[in-house]
């Protein structure tokens, strides 16, 4: 809830800017304060911290302040961080898009473009010696390997994607210098891809990493970029962190075409597009 009223701060009128950065300030406050005592810090009218809370998409300043109390203490497990029970399909419809976008911006702001730089040039350089590429993670973030593999190998890429604990371990078992592993992990605490880092560092692969900052798989990752978010990873179902890492893979996956150059890659783009024609209904 805090994470989306800071993504709304451009799109608030002044006055209820001055609202917001009360929330901000001070949440539990806010959610124990009458009326008139916030429109009194906020030097704005109580009409105007009535507006700021529609504003938001809550029915009022009371729905806010249950909703902001829920959010300071524990959010609601398993589901969503901002979601409540109580809530409607339209309210869940734009608490859900305002985390992933607030999420985005956060990254666009925090992203360390030297790290994407170091792992584009790997990953480029990697294609151009035509060694291998491969993608490791386990549960939600194998769907997001599976997704780079997809991306990667339409770019003519050596590459693969294992969502499998021992077929991981066994491929970085063959990897070698010149190689490539990504790994990616929302929580960076999972054995497997911990394993697998290591054997494929341990050969020579250069092994790149999409984790949370401070976690024990950033650390053991040469290059980390970091996915960094509010969403608990021991505690709610991947939602944000999901979109976030496959954006990342976007991030670089456009990149890494741009390096290559569209002289080689577009007539092999054409000629795919073409081979699926015969896939397509007219």
Do not use: W
């Amino acid at each position: 809830m805090l994470d989306r009223i800071k993504a709304s701060m451009p799109s608030l009128a002044p006055a209820e800017q001055r609202v917001a950065k009360l929330v901000l300030a001070d949440p539990r406050a806010f959610a124990n304060l009458p009326v008139s005592e916030l429109a009194d810090r906020s030097h704005v009218s109580k009409p105007t911290v009535v507006r700021f809370c529609r504003s938001m998409g809550y029915d009022g300043l009371s729905d806010f302040k249950l909703k902001l109390a829920g959010s300071v203490s524990e959010g609601v497990p398993f589901i969503h961080r901002s979601v409540d029970a109580d809530d409607k399909t339209g309210d869940v419809l734009v608490k859900v898009i305002d985390n992933a976008v607030a999420a985005f911006l956060k990254y666009r702001n925090d992203a360390s473009t030297y790290a994407i730089e170091r792992a584009v040039e790997v990953l480029a350089g990697t294609y151009k010696t035509g060694r291998r590429i491969e993608f490791y993670g386990v549960g939600n973030s194998g769907v997001v390997a599976l997704d780079a593999q997809h991306k990667f190998f339409r770019l003519g890429v050596h590459t693969i994607a294992h969502s499998d604990g021992h077929m991981q371990v066994m491929s970085a078992t063959l990897l070698g210098p010149g190689d490539c592993v990504v790994v990616i992990s929302n929580s960076g605490r999972t054995r497997d891809l911990m394993d697998a880092c290591d054997i494929a560092r341990r050969n020579g692969a250069t092994t790149i990493v999409i984790t949370a900052t401070g976690s024990p798989l950033a650390s053991a990752g040469q290059i980390h970029l970091a996915a960094d978010h509010p969403e608990g990873y021991d505690r709610y179902s991947p939602m944000v962190s999901r979109l976030l890492h496959l954006m990342i893979i976007d991030v670089l996956a456009t990149a890494v075409a741009l390096r290559i150059g569209g002289g080689r890659l577009q007539p092999l783009l054409r000629e795919m597009k073409n081979n699926l024609r015969t896939k397509r209904y007219a």
